[in-house]
C-alpha cells in the first residue's frame, strides 16, 4: 500500500463525509466535527498502513530467534563466570588461598607480610564487577524469556499472514468508528448490509487506492483483536466501551 497521507482538513469533500452522515453517530458529536474526526481517523489509519507494508514475518521471526539465541548464549556464559569467580570477585592478587592472621605465638617468626592492592583499583571494585557481572546475568535471562515468549508466538501463527497493510488500515477505522456511533463495526461482508464496510471501501478510495478490494480477512483480524482487549478496564481506550467513552488514544 502506497498513500500520501490525506490532508484531513482540506475543505474538498471525501467519501467517507458521506457514509459519516448516514451514520447513527452518537449524541456527542454535531456533524461538522464528526467529518473532522473522520478524516483524522483516515490519516492515521494510511499511516499506520504505511508503516506496515514491508512487514515481513519471516523476517521478523528470523530476527527474535536469532535474538534468543545469542541471549541464552551470553546468559550461560555469564553464569559461568559468575559461579567460577565467587560472590568475593576476582582475586586482587595472585594468592588463590584463604589467608589468615594467627597470634605470633602460633608462628616462628614475627613478620607480617603485606601485600599492595594493585595500582588504581578500589577496595571495593570485586564487589562491584560481581554485582554488575549478575545484572548483566539477570538482564540476558530477561532478554531470553521475553525473545522466546517472541519468537513463539510468531512461530504458532500462519506463515503468511497477507495484508498486514491492510489489516492495519481497517483496525483503526475501526476505532475511529467505534468512537462516532459507540458500536463495533457489523461483520457482515455485504457493505450494502454493514456501514462499516461502506466506511472503509469509501476510505480506501480517499487514500487514493482505487481498486476493488477485499476486506473480509481485514475485517475479522479487526474484530478479533477488539475482542481480545475485552477483559481489560472499562478505562482502557482498547476496549469497545472504552473507545465509544473516551475514544482511540490517538484522537
Not at 459519516?20 to 490519516?43: E, S, V
Not at 489509519?45 to 548464549?73: C, I, M, Q
Not at 605465638?105 to 562491584?128: C, E, F, T
Amino acid at each position: 500500500m502506497e498513500s500520501k497521507r490525506p490532508d484531513f482538513r482540506s475543505c474538498r469533500p471525501f467519501a467517507i463525509d458521506e457514509e459519516i452522515r448516514k451514520a447513527q453517530l452518537q449524541l456527542r458529536w454535531q456533524l461538522t466535527d464528526a467529518i473532522l474526526f473522520g478524516r483524522r481517523t483516515l490519516a492515521v489509519a494510511v499511516e499506520d498502513a504505511n508503516a506496515y507494508a514491508n512487514y515481513r514475518p519471516g523476517e521478523a521471526l528470523a530476527y527474535w530467534s536469532r535474538t534468543e539465541k545469542l541471549a541464552v548464549r551470553a546468559h550461560r556464559t555469564l553464569d559461568d563466570l559468575v559461579k567460577h569467580i565467587g560472590p568475593a570477585g576476582v582475586p586482587s592478587a595472585d594468592i588463590l588461598v584463604p589467608v589468615q592472621r594467627v597470634p605470633p605465638s602460633m608462628s616462628k617468626s614475627s613478620k607480617v607480610v603485606i601485600k599492595l592492592l594493585p595500582r588504581g583499583q578500589p577496595l571495593d571494585q570485586a564487589k562491584k564487577d560481581f554485582s554488575a557481572l549478575l545484572a548483566a546475568r539477570d538482564a540476558c535471562a530477561g532478554i531470553m524469556n521475553r525473545t522466546q515468549q517472541r519468537r513463539k508466538s510468531l512461530a504458532s501463527r500462519r506463515k503468511n499472514e497477507g495484508d498486514m497493510d491492510k489489516r492495519a488500515f481497517v483496525y483503526r477505522l475501526a476505532e475511529g468508528w467505534i468512537f462516532l456511533t459507540g458500536k463495533r463495526p457489523g461483520r457482515s461482508y455485504n457493505s450494502r448490509r454493514n456501514p462499516f464496510l461502506r466506511f472503509v471501501e469509501a476510505a480506501w478510495t480517499d487514500a487514493g487506492l482505487c481498486s476493488e478490494q477485499d476486506f473480509s480477512r481485514a475485517l475479522d483480524a479487526a474484530l478479533r483483536q477488539l475482542a481480545a482487549y475485552e477483559g481489560l478496564s472499562d478505562q482502557s481506550q482498547q476496549t469497545i466501551s472504552g473507545l465509544a467513552r473516551h475514544g482511540p488514544v490517538w484522537k
